[in-house]
């Protein structure tokens, strides 16, 4: 198998064709912008019902919306496992609810999410590798080039800022799950957050017909004649 740099085209084209993957396999399912949206959904209800409803009516009510949704999307033919993945994780904030006794404790998956998603985000980067620029380059849509590289560490650095401010606001309303204003704040920061996230990962998109950098040491070739030694070219 021949090793390809991750944004060549020759890296593109073998992704398409299934080159230098073992026989039988595929290249993973990635969630749709669609998807991520609709897996947004039931998170984004639970914070005004169970501040105007209770912990109860809040849970039901995400649970059956979230049912809904997995359904809908399984039957596009979305990936089961995020398809499925808002309604574990209304099963699980419930679970922690009521084994807290609060309704502050449906937050807490949330919570333990965004700082980890901050946190994996930001190491990404500190090491060079953003993962902004490694998801592209999975899909087949990695670039090379320098002003690629940096639009990749720039819009790593921007999701990991969202997900810090997300974290901040659900860890307060955990511990005042009544306040209106964080309330409002959760609502603002999540399904508008996760459009905000899913548009600066578009705007990182790889440019078409970019120019990837020059490798080390390449020299850049003269359509001009050296001229020789002790004479003037004419």
């Known amino acids: 198998m021949r090793w390809r740099f991750p944004g ?8 398409r064709s299934g080159e230098g993957r ?9 969630d749709t912008p669609a998807g991520i949206v609709l897996s ?3 998170s984004a209800v639970l914070a005004p019902l169970n501040a105007f409803a209770g912990t109860g009516i809040a849970v039901g009510a995400a649970a059956v919306l979230a049912a809904v949704l997995a359904a809908v999307r399984i ?10 993945g808002g309604l574990a ?12 006794g609060s309704g502050g404790g449906l937050f807490l998956p949330d919570l333990a999410w965004y ?42 650095v921007l999701l990991a ?17 009544g306040n209106a204003w964080l309330v409002a704040a959760k609502v603002a ?12 990962l578009a705007w990182a998109r790889p440019r078409p017909g970019a120019r990837p950098d020059r490798a080390p040491g390449q020299v850049r070739v003269s359509r001009w004649p050296a001229p020789s030694a002790g004479r003037c070219p004419r």
Do not use: M
């Not at 039957?75 to 499925?84: C, E, L, T, V, W």
């Not at 190491?123 to 953003?130: D, E």
């Open 115 to 156: 700082l980890l998603a901050a946190l994996v985000l930001t190491g990404s980067v500190l090491v060079r590798r953003p993962l902004v620029g490694i998801g592209w380059a999975a899909v087949g849509r990695g670039g090379t080039g320098r002003a690629a590289r940096r639009r990749f560490a720039v819009a790593t």
């Open 8 to 15: 060549s085209e020759a890296n593109r084209a073998a992704l």
């Open 189 to 200: 920061t999540g399904l508008p957050g996760t459009l905000a996230g899913l548009a600066v």
């Open 89 to 100: 994780g209304v099963g699980i904030a419930g679970v922690i609810a009521w084994q807290t």
């Open 75 to 84: 039957r596009r033919g979305d990936p089961k496992g995020p398809a499925f």
């Open 161 to 177: 800022a969202g997900f810090l401010v997300r974290a901040a606001v659900t860890g307060l309303l955990s511990l005042d799950p």
């Open 40 to 42: 947004a959904i039931p």
């Open 22 to 30: 073992p026989a039988g396999s595929r290249r993973p399912r990635i």
